[in-house]
């Protein structure tokens, strides 16, 4: 009973306990922020106390961890670094992560005097934040912290941020009478699995059965609700092509004769064609957001839709719907394979041919390239060879841009026990991210995939990675530059560039190979495409964090997505 264990305790006792309460592996952080509370953890817990080279990339550990185990990723920053974790928080928003953010605060003792370091974060953490308080008397440690992993997890999920009182949160030097309760059903997401209404249910089947050509889009809260099996049930018993959200490329293996691709703007072509030519599109897990729909052009807005989701704000919010379903995303689905009328499928048989055949095409139109010998290497060959090489159980964990574009479009997963988690936006998430994802499945192989520029932002966390033995793979596609950005610039110089242009989007050329030598990780330098297979081999049996620096050619552009 809540109560009944109150003793006199520090608030860093009650935190190092509730902390381990829930089931918290690592909690990742630049100094010095809760110090006693470390302290704590060392002596009462097994915690990992992750330092990292900045608070950015400890927030993208945070996030990695997270949305690779389901559990709340906990990240923390005293109060100078506490804008820098703000900013790694917005992948973590974007993308629905539960991340935790502590920072030391402001004390009501000195504030407004000017002190070193200080100014008003909480303001900044509203963006990015499902929940944003603060907490300044030690007793309320307890009920603060279970409110922030019940946000977190809750609903559709999110980070959240408490600020404790004093720069560096000495407030947790305090005592006071506590008991450390944890909620148990809040530690992971998702913590309900809310049930749809029958009514509601049999709507969204009538609108299907009834379709002739209808498409699933799968998005991130699919993944979120571990719904995959019951999506490839649902499809397989009703003949209906599955596209996913970048985010939900996960809910089904790339293989599967149903799938056809990521739909939207980093997207494959076979997915956009087959949504564009979708009578009706069923929405799932997905927020109908601008990536997904390539601006609301692929479907077009007036497209019959139904729509799942946990959140009824998400409901109708970019198409209106002919039937809509609350609930969660392994429940709805179970039901509606229930109810099924699988004796419809064979209406549908012309249209899945004609979905196939728009794959088909796809893979013959880029099957030059995925297999491509060139040197330097084309990047969708480094794609071609993850879908051969990569194990059955890997966590594939890839930055954006031109990132995001290759693996999204060019990448498949090729196991249904395979995981993708990409970025929503931010680059250079996807190094830390992966070193986050390694601690919170710590059994599976967890592949990066990344740009230079992705990666020379936290660069310096090859040694963290090396310091704790994340061993993770990470494979950089190296044309020492920002080439996404080519288009865009050839657009803005008239169609030709100057040779002062190419400073806005070239780097020097460098070996990363080496310089992650230099911390201690093990570096693989590919030059020619027979080189990679065995590479990723090596890099999947090592005992230490692999960097593999492919170099790749500076003029290969991803296809832009079609509408
Ligand atoms: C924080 C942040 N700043 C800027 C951008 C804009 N941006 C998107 S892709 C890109 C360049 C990507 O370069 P790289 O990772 O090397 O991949 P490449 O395009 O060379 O394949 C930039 C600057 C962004 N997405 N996120």
């Known amino acids: 009973m809540l109560g009944h264990n109150r003793r006199r305790m520090t608030g860093a006792e009650c935190m190092a306990d ?3 309460g829930y089931g918290v592996t690592h909690v990742f952080m630049v100094p010095a922020v809760l110090r006693r509370t470390f302290a704590e953890m060392e002596r009462r817990t097994r915690i990992a106390r992750i330092h990292t080279h900045g608070e950015k990339s400890a927030a993208y550990m945070a996030d990695g961890y997270a949305r690779a185990c389901g559990r709340p990723g906990v990240c923390m920053a005293q109060v100078i670094g506490a804008l820098n974790l703000a900013a790694g928080l917005r992948d973590a928003y974007l993308a629905h992560s539960p991340v935790i953010a502590m920072t030391g605060g402001r004390d009501p003792a000195t504030k407004f005097r000017k002190v070193y370091q200080e100014i008003d974060d909480v303001p900044a953490f509203e963006p990015v934040t499902k929940f944003n308080a603060t907490v300044d008397d030690v007793a309320r440690f307890p009920d603060m912290v279970r409110q922030a992993f019940r946000v977190a997890v809750s609903g559709t999920p999110g980070p959240v941020h408490l600020q404790f009182r004093g720069n560096e949160g000495q407030v947790d030097a305090d005592e006071a009478e506590m008991e450390p309760l944890v909620e148990e059903q809040f530690a992971r997401v998702p913590p309900f699995r809310p049930a749809p209404d029958d009514a509601h249910v049999r709507a969204a089947l009538d609108a299907l059965q009834a379709a002739e050509r209808p498409v699933i889009v799968a998005g991130g809260g699919v993944r979120a609700s571990g719904a995959g099996a019951e999506l490839v049930a649902l499809a397989e018993a009703l003949a209906i092509p599955v596209a996913t ?5 996960d809910s089904i293996a790339g293989t599967h004769p149903l799938s056809v691709g990521v739909v939207g703007s980093y997207s494959r072509e076979s997915a956009n064609r087959v949504v564009k030519e979708a009578d009706l599109v069923c929405f799932i897990g ?16 007036g497209t019959a839709a139904i729509q799942i989701d946990i959140n009824p704000e998400a409901l109708g919010r970019n198409y209106p719907l002919k039937a809509a379903v609350l609930g969660d995303a392994k429940i709805v689905l179970t039901r509606m394979h229930e109810a099924a009328d699988a004796g419809t499928a064979k209406t549908r048989k012309t249209w899945v041919e004609q979905a196939q055949s728009i794959c088909k095409e796809w893979h013959q139109k880029y099957r030059s390239l995925l297999t491509s010998d060139a040197v330097p290497m084309r990047p969708e060959r480094i794609c071609g060879e993850l879908t051969k090489n990569l194990p059955g159980d890997a966590i594939v964990v890839v930055d954006t841009g031109h990132a995001g574009m290759w693996m ?31 601690c919170g499945a710590p059994e599976r192989p967890v592949v990066v995939f990344t740009g230079d520029a992705g990666f020379w932002y936290h660069i310096g966390e090859v040694e963290t990675a090396v310091r704790w033995r994340m061993n993770t ?47 201690g990780a093990i570096g693989i330098r590919v030059e020619t495409p027979a080189e990679l297979a065995p590479a990723l081999e090596r890099a999947l049996a090592a005992d230490r964090p692999v960097v593999i620096d492919v170099v790749t050619d500076i003029d290969a552009l991803a296809p832009l997505a079609v509408s």
Request: without cysteine.
């Open 286 to 301: 997905t927020e109908t957001g601008g990536m997904t729909t390539h601006f609301w052009a692929v479907p077009k807005i």
């Open 408 to 438: 999204g479009g060019m990448y498949d997963l090729t196991s249904p026990r395979q995981s993708y988690m990409r970025s929503a936006g931010h680059l250079g998430w996807a190094f830390p991210a992966g070193l986050g994802a390694k």
């Open 473 to 519: 793979v990470t494979v950089v596609n190296n044309n020492a530059s920002g080439n996404q950005s080519k288009r865009g610039f050839d657009r803005v110089y008239g169609g030709k560039q100057t040779e002062q242009a190419l400073e806005l989007w070239t780097y020097t050329k460098v070996n990363f190979a080496r310089i992650a030598e230099d911390m």
């Open 245 to 249: 959200s970048l985010n939900g490329k």
């Open 18 to 20: 509730m902390l381990a």
